[in-house]
């Protein structure tokens, strides 16, 4: 089966440094544009990152200089370095895989993985 599975997250306090990884299983995802997005409770679905095939990236204002998104295509992974954590970063955070054409931005994932809490406690 094709999925992807994230893992890393859990409680941390202000400040500290987590990261997290996305194992992708089933096919090779190097082609693919790969994302971050993160879900609080009671606040919408917010994109954090991107990472296009080519390895150009994409950060959401509220994380840029803090996170940092990269990709190891021998290991069919992705991962997010997040710095500097604030109570605001709490959230789930999903990884996806976006189509390969279009704009990225604009398109919607074809594959998600199924979360990693992310807590951020002050």
Do not use: H
């Not at 990261?19 to 679905?45: D, N, V």
């Not at 999903?94 to 998600?112: D, F, H, R």
């Amino acid at each position: 089966q094709v999925q992807l599975v994230e893992s890393g997250g859990g409680p941390v306090q202000t400040g500290a440094s987590l990261r997290l990884s996305c194992a992708a299983a089933g096919r090779t995802f190097s082609s693919y544009p790969m994302s971050w997005f993160r879900q609080a409770p009671g606040k919408e679905r917010e994109l954090v990152a991107v990472i296009r095939g080519g390895g150009s990236t994409y950060y959401a204002d509220s994380v840029k200089g803090r996170f940092t998104i990269s990709r190891d295509n021998l290991k069919n992974t992705v991962y997010l370095q997040m710095n500097s954590l604030k109570p605001e970063d709490t959230a789930v955070y999903y990884c996806a895989a976006l189509p390969s054409s279009g704009v990225v931005l604009n398109t919607t994932p074809w594959l998600w993985g199924q979360g990693t809490q992310v807590t951020v406690s002050s």
